[in-house]
């Protein structure tokens, strides 16, 4: 056998073996990183159970917190009205003790004046007058000056009366006073308790969805859930008349949903390819959440990733969105003005701080709301 024969059957044999070992070792090595790939998901999907379950008990604490808000604030506003009452009854009062003052002075000056002309002198005067119309004249003048008295009399009377009635007016409002203190101490120790409870679920969730693949499925969850919960409103409120008229011709002239700073984030990306579809407004727990114009309730309720949300429609396929509230003060079906106080900035959602976050759409696509908001 020639050299060369022999080296064309060696290769005839080394190079399938050698393309069949390199085949086994790359099917191996894929076979390899798909079942990594499945535990990743694994994990992953196991992650999102686990936080879909606090999820649950999040939601709870958070509208357990939300009731204690209403509760809160309610009696917060039965506070100041109390105040202001109280402020209107001592006013009076003032302004009564002035005119019985008065009318005790007048009435003592009266009765001082009767004392240095003595009891008799009326008998005296009729005696002593001759003349039958000076008679006449005296007598007129005598039933004048007492109905004069009288009718002094009676007013002092009624003021004394009425000064009686501020002041037990003014002492029962005092008593409703201690009363709502009172609640509102008592509310504002079971909302302190309500947010101990939320912080330990929001930190249980935040131990599970550790990953970000985990978070930007989370994060994708939230919104289609967010859609559907839209969507399904919609096909609801289309049942009933529809008299908006829309904020096409409000571009830039809408005023700010909340006091606070702005963050525009729209359509600036928030994590892997999802993108922000809002603008976020730092504030205060508890300041008011107005309605950017006049619409109607189409959702009010708690999402996933949102917390209580309130979704206004505005008409010709305009809407407004106000998400991570801590209260919601509207009812799907509400009509509400533009300016309105419609809710109470919170942290629902799963927030570390309290802000407001604000969408608008047209026709189910998110626009950049800063556009339609002034300056």
Not at 31 to 54: F, G, N, T
Not at 114 to 138: C, I, P, Q
Not at 323 to 347: C, M, P, R, W, Y
Request: charged letters at 20%; one cysteine or more; hydrophobic letters at 35%.
């Amino acid at each position: 056998m020639s050299l060369l024969r022999f080296v064309v059957l060696a290769l005839g044999v080394i190079v399938p073996l050698w393309c069949a070992n390199a085949d086994a070792q790359q099917t191996a090595e894929l076979e390899d990183i798909q079942a990594q790939i499945k535990q990743k998901q694994a994990q992953i999907e196991k992650q999102l159970q686990q936080a879909k379950e606090l999820q649950q008990q999040l939601k709870s604490a958070e509208l357990s917190i939300s009731n204690t808000a209403k509760k809160l604030d309610k009696t917060q506003k039965e506070l100041a009205s109390n105040h202001a009452q109280q402020a209107t009854l001592k006013q009076q009062q003032t302004q009564l003790q002035v005119k019985v003052d008065q009318q005790k002075q007048a009435l003592a000056s009266q009765i001082r004046s009767m004392y240095m002309a003595g009891d008799s002198d009326f008998a005296k005067m009729l005696f002593n007058l001759e003349d039958a119309v000076k008679l006449e004249r005296t007598i007129s003048y005598y039933q004048y000056l007492s109905a004069a008295r009288k009718q002094q009399i009676d007013n002092f009377t009624a003021l004394v009366a009425e000064l009686s009635a501020v002041q037990a007016s003014l002492e029962t409002k005092q008593q409703e006073l201690l009363v709502l203190e009172n609640e509102q101490h008592q509310q504002q120790q079971q909302l302190l308790q309500q947010q101990q409870m939320r912080e330990i679920t929001l930190a249980k969730i935040e131990s599970k969805i550790d990953s970000e693949a985990a978070q930007i499925e989370q994060l994708q969850i939230n919104e289609q859930a967010l859609l559907k919960a839209i969507e399904d409103a919609q096909r609801e409120s289309q049942q009933g008349p529809v008299t908006l008229s829309g904020l096409a011709k409000l571009k830039g002239q809408l005023n700010n949903p909340t006091q606070g700073r702005m963050r525009n984030m729209f359509g600036r990306t928030r994590q892997g390819q999802i993108k922000w579809k809002g603008i976020l407004f730092s504030g205060n727990t508890g300041a008011p959440v107005r309605a950017v114009h006049d619409g109607k309730v189409l959702y009010a309720d708690w999402l996933r990733g949102f917390g209580l949300v309130t979704v206004l429609d505005h008409g010709d396929g305009y809407m407004s969105l106000y998400g991570h509230n801590q209260a919601l003060l509207k009812q799907v079906g509400d009509s509400v003005q533009s300016g309105e106080t419609i809710a109470l900035v919170g942290q629902s959602g799963g927030q570390s701080s309290p802000n407001l976050y604000f969408e608008i759409r047209h026709k189910g696509t998110p626009v950049n709301p800063s556009q339609w908001l002034k300056r």
